[in-house]
């Protein structure tokens, strides 16, 4: 099935450091999300993207549609603790017959060191 | 409004009970979902209701059964489950459910989850 590619799986930052994280696939996307889920807790949408090479920021978080449509990034500007958890991508797919199902990465997992 | 209500917090039942994860939402959304997910690894797809009709069954055993008795409401039924079926139980919601439409109908809102653990 289709899959997206999210790396790094896993990072441990000092607190004030930047963070860099992306999902890419082969395949062609319309929409990249972008979430964050802290343990216990579901998934909280921090930015969506709809458009190729839309830059789009939330406080010290910005993501980006890639230009080929394929990927995205998330960067997080000046770290601080509370940024600790999982960062999940999910896209939705171009495709013939597509059904508006999201395909989720498999996670970053992020903890910030004080 | 913003927010989709999930009940019970934690749930735990032996295989041989009945149970049900209650799902809320007042956004207006027309679409909702439920997802499992497994500790560290991403949600994955259950069901989707658009229009409170079952649109998507992700091949899921029988013994999850949902339900969407009107446009608000979602549950997911439990009867004669195994322990591997112990996970967080997601309920997301979106304005709708479908292909090729405007920015944003596909965009997920999550509840907090309902943890279950099957003994």
């Known amino acids: 099935g289709q899959q997206l590619n999210q790396s790094p799986q896993s990072m441990f930052i000092q607190e004030g450091e930047d963070v860099s994280m992306n999902c890419t696939s082969s395949?062609?996307?319309?929409?990249w999300l972008w979430y964050k889920q802290d343990p216990g807790e579901g998934p909280v949408l921090l930015i969506a993207?709809?458009?190729?090479?839309e830059l789009t920021s939330n406080g010290r978080l910005t993501a980006q549609f890639g230009i080929t449509r394929k990927d995205s990034f998330l960067n997080i500007s000046a770290s601080i603790p509370s940024d600790v958890g999982i960062y999940f991508c999910?896209?939705?797919?171009?495709?013939?017959?597509?059904?508006?199902?999201?395909?989720f990465g498999q996670g970053t997992t992020l903890q910030v060191k004080p | 409004d913003t927010e989709v209500t999930q009940t019970p917090k934690h749930l735990v039942m032996g295989m041989t009970n009945k149970k049900s994860l209650k799902c809320e939402q007042h956004?207006?959304?027309?679409?909702m979902y439920w997802y499992k997910q497994k500790a560290k690894k991403p949600p994955e797809l259950m069901f989707v209701y658009s229009y409170e009709k079952l649109s998507i069954n992700e091949s899921v055993p029988s013994r999850f059964s949902p339900e969407c008795p009107n446009s608000s409401l979602l549950n997911l039924h439990l009867h004669a489950l195994q322990p591997e079926d112990s996970a967080l139980y997601l309920c997301a919601s979106s304005p709708r459910y479908s292909g090729g439409l405007g920015a944003g109908a596909n965009v997920l809102t999550f509840g907090a989850g309902s943890r279950l653990t099957v003994l």
């Open positions: 999910a896209g939705q797919l171009i495709v013939s017959g597509n059904t508006g199902k999201l395909i």
């Open positions: 993207l709809y458009k190729a090479g």
């Open positions: 395949s062609i996307f319309n929409t």
């Open positions: 956004m207006g959304h027309r679409a």
